[in-house]
């Protein structure tokens, strides 16, 4: 069985830019989260899908990230315009009932 | 509020000898508790998870975790390290069976030496 994949694995980018970031989840899995880690800090939530519905989004830090997961399947966190603040290594997540949160390797983005 | 504390940011040991990695949770309901660790390079891997029953748990790599409720502790253990447990690790916690997001505390990295 597949794990979590991410894509891309590193992004380097300057400030002001774009960038997409793509999470697959293992087959099958409803839940799907993204955290972020900066750092030097610990890994922090940022927001959880139940298939293709935003069940909480509280950890968003602002405006300028836009997740989506569209069909329930794959989901794309967008981030515009990109700060310096926003580097760090962004984490995939998926679940099914009871068998905890499976990771994916993480994207690391660089806003220079 | 959830908090997890990590009180070791790196710890040290040498190939052979035992192992002990603090967690300490504050957490208003029944905790799910959890062990991650990263090696250089990789993502999270979860070695083992509490949700109920006996307290010791056994993971993956031969690591156990013992969830103490009124030390509100799940402190992470291996009788013996080998050079290829050096990496960094996480307890975290949760409800409803993982289902919800993760409060991650700081990390404790492992180093091993011979």
């Known amino acids: 069985e597949a794990g979590v994949t991410q894509f891309p694995s590193h992004s380097v980018i300057e400030k002001g830019q774009t960038v997409t970031l793509r999470c697959d989840p293992i087959?099958?899995?409803?839940?799907l989260y993204w955290y972020r880690r900066v750092m030097g800090k610990e890994i922090k939530f940022l927001l959880h899908?139940?298939?293709?519905?935003?069940?909480?989004e509280s950890g968003m830090p602002n405006n300028r990230f836009l997740a989506e997961r569209t069909g329930g399947t794959y989901s794309t966190l967008k981030v515009q315009p990109a700060e310096l603040e926003d580097s760090g290594v962004y984490f995939c997540?998926?679940?099914?009932?009871?068998?905890?949160?499976?990771f994916g390797p993480g994207t690391r983005l660089t806003v220079l | 509020a959830q908090s997890v504390t990590q009180p070791d940011i790196h710890i040290t040991v040498s190939e052979g000898a035992s192992l002990e990695l603090r967690c300490n949770y504050s957490?208003?309901?029944?905790?799910?508790l959890f062990w991650y660790v990263q090696s250089p390079g990789q993502g999270l891997q979860l070695l083992l998870k509490?949700?109920?029953?006996?307290?010791l748990v056994q993971g993956i790599k031969g690591f156990e975790a013992e969830f103490k409720r009124s030390q509100s502790s799940f402190n992470l253990r291996k009788p013996s390290v080998h050079w290829s447990d050096a990496a960094e690790y996480f307890c975290?916690?949760?409800?409803?069976?993982?289902?919800?997001?993760?409060?991650f505390g700081k990390g404790t990295r492992l180093s091993v030496i011979a």
């Open positions: 997540a998926s679940s099914q009932q009871g068998a905890g949160q499976f």
């Open positions: 957490y208003g309901a029944t905790p799910y």
């Open positions: 899908f139940v298939k293709e519905s935003k069940q909480d």
């Open positions: 509490y949700f109920s029953g006996d307290t």
């Open positions: 087959s099958g899995h409803d839940n």
């Open positions: 975290a916690v949760g409800a409803y069976s993982g289902n919800t997001p993760l409060v």
